[in-house]
């Protein structure tokens, strides 16, 4: 089912559909792999730039919580649109365009056995950090958030390699959450979130 724009309604139909069938693996984003019958074969998964829609993250929502992904330690899903809408380049086009649609799979990152995730780059903006910072695995220790507009700021013109960033810590609520969860992990990556004065701050009291 890879290459196509399922949505979220054709990704949950799949979902049910998965369940009761035979299949033994499937196939979404661009040519992301996903065991079905017995276990993936190796305790990490790089999911980076496989255009992972909201359609897709339910159906890869679906799979973290199934004994296939029993074995996965550490999970990478940067560069793809999965809190956000991104531009054709990777870059944020619109942060936290998906915020109804990616609940669950931070529900079903909360209930893994991750200890390492990645999400650099995919729309995060700060109505998903709060959300991510109720979402944490029990043993996760690190955590890769950069190129993600985490406390609101946007491209003055709409071109920020021109004209740089505007309204920087204007939306530090879930910013604030997150930091506030952030000493339980080992290995935090905050660069180019584009923080300012006071989020700084608030990283440094983690």
């Known amino acids: 089912i890879c290459q196509n724009k399922?949505?979220?309604e054709g990704?949950?139909?799949l979902v049910e559909a998965i369940k009761i069938s035979n299949l033994e693996s499937i196939s979404i984003g661009k040519n992301l792999v996903l065991p079905i019958k017995g276990e993936l074969d190796s305790?990490?998964?790089?999911?980076?730039n496989q255009d992972i829609?909201?359609?897709?993250v339910i159906i890869l929502a679906w799979w973290l919580s199934t004994p296939a992904s029993a074995v996965l330690a550490s999970?990478?899903?940067?560069q793809n649109g999965i809190f956000g809408e991104l531009w054709p380049d990777g870059s944020c086009k619109e942060a936290d365009k998906y915020v109804e649609e990616s609940t669950p799979?931070?529900?079903a990152i909360k209930m893994s056995n991750l200890t390492s995730l990645s999400l650099s780059k995919?729309?995060?903006g700060p109505k998903i950090c709060s959300r991510l910072a109720t979402s944490f695995s029990a043993v996760l220790a690190s955590l890769n958030l950069s190129g993600n507009s985490l406390t609101g700021a946007t491209a003055k013109y709409g071109d920020a390699a021109s004209y740089g960033w505007e309204n920087v810590d204007s939306k530090m609520e879930g910013f604030v959450a997150l930091c506030a969860v952030l000493s339980r992990l080992t290995e935090v990556n905050l660069s180019d979130c584009r923080l300012g004065p006071a989020s700084t701050v608030e990283v440094a009291k983690v």
């Not at 305790?43 to 980076?48: E, G, K, R, V, Y």
């Open 11 to 13: 990704g949950t139909a």
């Open 43 to 48: 305790p990490t998964l790089d999911a980076s």
């Open 105 to 107: 799979l931070l529900d």
């Open 53 to 56: 829609d909201p359609g897709y």
């Open 122 to 124: 995919t729309g995060m």
């Open 6 to 8: 399922i949505g979220s």
């Open 75 to 78: 999970l990478t899903l940067d």
